[in-house]
């Protein structure tokens, strides 16, 4: 009697039925999973029309995805919108899908190992091949299995150069037009010491408790969001976005951020702050900034609801507030482990979306502790990974007992491709939003 081959339909139908139920989930499952992973025809046609739904920006659910197959002529050849039911009523959620998926790719890689073993094995009769010659066979077959199985490859070193030659003449160009490289910040000093927040940059932003970590981060949004029109999106873990839109308020109107959240406004007089609010309510709602306050979400959730926006409206900037609220989707033995994993998938997500990922850090008691309470990059907290994996991290300090009380320090203490160096800032306690000073840059030397 034959055996079946290695196979699942169970989890291939809880596929298909998650993305039915949220399609969202999709992104969880887009990057591993390819049409000819089913084993089933009908399974892999339908994953086929989901993955063309989303190419051309279309939702996905049980209607569109009906005439989508409809409209391919295969509606009926994969059991019709019967099926299409059945497979939402397979799964209770789409919470599993990742898990699901990993189950159709192990099947389609055991289905690979049993063809690529079949062969070896007919080849090992033909006296015709010398040793030598069938090892070299049996290398290439099973190195075809791992190849197909991973994402990346090599690039040729002639193609990066193109691509260089094409960077630098635009950079030569901006330089020319005082243009930078990256996103301004709103901030001139940090953005001569940065040339802006660049693609694919992993950056820390951090301080001990109070001194303004999400206050600055919002500044940066509402300039990318606001006056350059560039997509933002921004998690929000510790605050609820009520609170991050108060904020945004304050600092867009000026206006004291107290007042706005007790309603004691001035209408009268020379100061119409209703007037005031009237204009950042215009500017804020016409801005691509994008808020999701879940308090628990996982990094692979964050991975996927960023690919999801990415796709929508195209992402310039990413921010996280804050890291350590972040857990894994699976259990380690300790904290650091989490944080390591965590730290690096973040890493990975600026690099596949191009785009700079700002991630607010706490940082440990250990500047309290010492004589010169100025941060190292070995206060990060539960984890050198974040030290490790940043390109830029940056430091928000105030001197105790200092000149200046609202004048604080933006040390940039780590700067992968660039100069290091200190932006003094000075913070409106009363709209809490950071301003730049003039003169406020001391920098290595370029």
Request: with cysteine.
């Amino acid at each position: 009697m034959e055996r079946l081959p290695p196979q699942s339909e169970q989890a291939e139908q809880a596929v298909l039925g998650g993305i039915l139920i949220d399609s969202s989930s999709i992104w969880k499952v887009i990057d591993i999973l390819k049409p000819d992973d089913f084993y089933y025809p009908k399974h892999s046609k339908i994953y086929s029309a989901v993955l063309d739904l989303v190419q051309h920006k279309q939702p996905v659910d049980i209607l569109t995805l009906s005439d989508k197959l409809k409209s391919l002529g295969i509606l009926d050849e994969v059991g019709g919108l019967d099926y299409l039911t059945y497979l939402i009523n397979t799964v209770p959620s789409a919470f599993n899908i990742y898990n699901y998926a990993k189950i159709v790719v192990d099947k389609k890689i055991r289905r690979q190992l049993i063809s690529a073993s079949n062969e070896i094995f007919d080849q090992a009769f033909d006296e015709s091949l010398a040793t030598e010659e069938l090892l070299d066979l049996v290398e290439q077959k099973i190195f075809s299995i791992v190849e197909k199985s991973s994402p990346y490859e090599f690039k040729h070193i002639k193609s990066l150069l193109e691509d260089a030659y094409e960077r630098i003449e635009l950079l030569q160009k901006q330089e020319k037009e005082r243009m930078y490289r990256g996103i301004p910040t709103g901030f001139p000093d940090l953005d001569n010491l940065l040339s802006g927040l660049q693609k694919s940059d992993f950056i820390i932003l951090a301080s001990r408790p109070s001194l303004g970590k999400t206050t600055l981060a919002l500044d940066i949004a509402r300039h990318v969001g606001v006056v350059n029109k560039i997509p933002v999106g921004i998690f929000s873990l510790e605050m609820s976005s009520d609170q991050i839109v108060d904020r945004l308020l304050a600092a867009e109107s000026g206006i004291s951020l107290w007042r706005l959240r007790t309603g004691k406004l001035y209408t009268e007089g020379e100061i119409n702050e209703m007037a005031l609010l009237a204009n950042a309510f215009d500017r804020l709602s016409e801005s691509p900034i994008y808020i999701d306050d879940t308090p628990t979400l996982n990094v692979l959730q964050i991975r996927a609801m960023a690919r999801r926006l990415d796709a929508e409206v195209g992402l310039g900037l990413l921010i996280i507030d804050y890291i350590q609220l972040i857990h894994s989707y699976r259990s380690y033995e300790s904290r650091v482990q989490e944080m390591t994993d965590i730290s690096r998938s973040l890493k990975a997500l600026a690099r596949e979306l191009q785009i700079p990922v700002l991630a607010i850090s706490q940082l440990s008691r250990a500047p309290e502790q010492r004589a010169s309470q100025v941060p190292r990059l070995s206060d990060l907290r539960e984890s050198g990974s974040l030290e490790q994996d940043a390109d830029l991290v940056m430091f928000i300090h105030k001197e105790k007992g200092g000149e200046f009380q609202n004048q604080v320090q933006l040390i940039i203490a780590k700067h992968r491709n660039g100069p290091r160096g200190i932006v003094n800032l000075y913070f409106d306690s009363e709209c809490v939003s950071f301003r730049p000073l003039e003169g406020g840059l001391e920098a290595e030397s370029f």
